[in-house]
């Protein structure tokens, strides 16, 4: 009995260790569209700190160029976060950060001009059904009036600069811009809409690893588990011979042996007062689930740089 306790920790560790690590960047401000010399902070959000992760840039200039790599030219690192001081047009791509296995987070397109009108609008795709507010704004204002285009085509004006598109289709997905009178055009940026999922506890939606990388895991993940289960079985199997001879040599060993039991049975009392029921596999089964659920839960956005 006392090895099922054993087992229980193992298996724990086992699934964590195994899971592959995820990352969701974000920025801030939270915005697709900046002005030359904006500060910018890119900041990834990963569910395993020691996974080692960098964040990498493809733009007009360079391609998988790293923050903070001295050859490259861009960004400060700062623990999760990336700074960049003075961000510029020749700035503007796609951004996204990876472990040594691969991509671990969402691409995140930014857009750098040297004009004087921005839209603000969402970093990263938006769930059906959501209400999406796109800001036109200058440097200097922004609640001044602005004409809205999707895809090349006018849609509304907006008297504040502020338009919302309430609960959005996947109809609202497209290439948004505006323009202020007297000020100019924006640059445009690409709006997404994700699906709402249908089942009640959805995996991140924007961070999953491909499924070759989940098969991978997977598979080592379960030779793991074998591994494990063969050394368990020839343990129990090695302790039970051993049990059996001691016991028939002398009983007074025997004795020890029962008040070890009693020993190792104690941290699982609580539960086992709280629910009544002696059964073993029940009280791995609720545990994992206890483990699982702070990994897929990332909808706080941490703004710190940890
Ligand atoms: C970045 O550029 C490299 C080289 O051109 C390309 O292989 C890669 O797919 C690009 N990555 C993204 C996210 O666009
Ligand atoms: C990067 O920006 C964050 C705030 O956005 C700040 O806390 C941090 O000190 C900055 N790091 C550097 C190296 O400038
Ligand atoms: C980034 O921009 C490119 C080209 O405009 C577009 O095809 C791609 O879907 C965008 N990606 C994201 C994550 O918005
Ligand atoms: C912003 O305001 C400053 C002074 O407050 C002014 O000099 C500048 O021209 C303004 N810029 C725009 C784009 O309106």
Known sequence: MPRTSLLLPLLLTSLLGCR????RLTVSPSSSQFFEGDFVT???????SSAGWTLRRNTSRDTRAECGDHNQEWGEPTGSCCNISYIDPMDSGVYWSES????????????VTGGSVILQSPVLPVMEGDDVTLLCKTKNS??????????GVFIRKAAT???TIQHVSRSDEGLYKCDISGHGESPSSWITVTEKPTTPAPPAPTSRPGLPAVLAFGSVCVLF?????VLLM???????LEADQEAGEDAITDDTTY???????EPQQPVREARETPSKPEVIYSSVKKFTRPTTDDQAIRPECI
């Not at 890119?42 to 395993?48: G, K, R």
């Not at 040594?100 to 857009?111: C, Y």
């Open 42 to 48: 890119l900041i990834c959000e990963e569910d395993d």
């Open 142 to 151: 922004s609640n001044l009036p602005a004409a809205f285009y999707k895809d």
């Open 20 to 23: 592959p690590s995820q990352a």
């Open 225 to 229: 588990l074998l591994v494990l289960l």
């Open 259 to 265: 008040s070890d039991i009693k020993i190792a049975q």
């Open 234 to 240: 020839r343990d129990c199997v090695c302790r039970k």
């Open 100 to 111: 040594r296995e691969g991509p671990i987070s969402n691409m995140v397109n930014l857009t």
């Open 161 to 163: 600069g502020h338009m």
